[in-house]
């Protein structure tokens, strides 16, 4: 079974504070992702990555930015955090483009 | 026209009904189609993929109709259990896939 895990599951943050989400994949996949989901909103792309040390943005990029140094871990940086970015932040990963996507457990940031 | 749309629902239908969700899309050019179950405050699961040729897997049964431009999912014989958001997801040409919003279904005894 494909494993992605998110190591920080729930977070309490300061306005202004760095924020840093882990995620780690056992499946050797080459795309990792990051999404946000929030009510009536549905799930939105904040990130993705075809490839070690390559970055693409997604649909909502700004105030965020990634890191993958290695292929199994891909990070979600925060580097200002503010109250709108309060959210469920799922981290998923797929073999390649166009395949089923498969995601961690969810990271829930809160911001105050 | 969004790229993927979803009756955001809910659907609420009795044990042992038989329900279905469609999940329209706008780029014909689409690949791949996926349907994922998510229950609150989880994360998304999937539950099937969506072949051209149909598929079914046990009491759950999904459809593609390319010149219509959307896929299906059939529930037989509601359980319970199965209350829960069903996203479908779409392939629409590039390397990410594009989600629904979900519909949300409700199974009551």
């Known amino acids: 079974d494909v494993k992605v895990t998110q190591s920080s599951r729930y977070l309490v943050k300061r306005t202004g504070e760095k924020v840093f989400l882990e995620c780690v994949q056992d499946m050797d996949h080459e795309n990792m992702f990051w999404y946000r989901q929030d009510p009536g909103l549905g799930l939105r792309l904040i990130y993705f990555s075809y490839d070690v040390k390559m970055k693409e943005k997604g649909d909502i990029p700004e105030g965020y930015s990634v890191s993958r140094e290695k292929k199994e871990r891909f990070s979600l940086i925060l580097e200002s955090a503010s109250t709108n970015q309060t959210s469920m932040y799922l981290c998923a990963s797929s073999l390649g483009p166009g395949n089923t996507i498969y995601f961690g457990e969810g990271s829930w940031l809160t911001v105050v | ?109």
Do not use: H
Request: proline share 6%.
């Open chain 2, 1 to 109: 026209r969004k790229e993927v749309e979803q009756d955001p629902g809910p659907f609420n239908v009795p044990e042992g009904a038989t329900v279905a969700f469609n999940c329209t899309y706008s780029n014909s050019a689409s690949q791949s189609f996926f349907w994922y179950r998510q229950d609150c405050r989880k994360e998304p699961k999937l539950l099937m993929s969506v072949y051209s040729s149909g598929n079914e897997d046990g009491r759950f049964t999904a459809q593609l109709n390319r010149a219509s431009q959307y896929i299906s999912l059939l529930i037989r014989d509601s359980k319970l259990s199965d209350s829960a958001t069903y996203l479908c997801a779409v392939n629409p040409g590039y390397s990410t896939l594009t989600f629904g919003k979900g519909t949300m279904l409700l199974v009551s005894p």
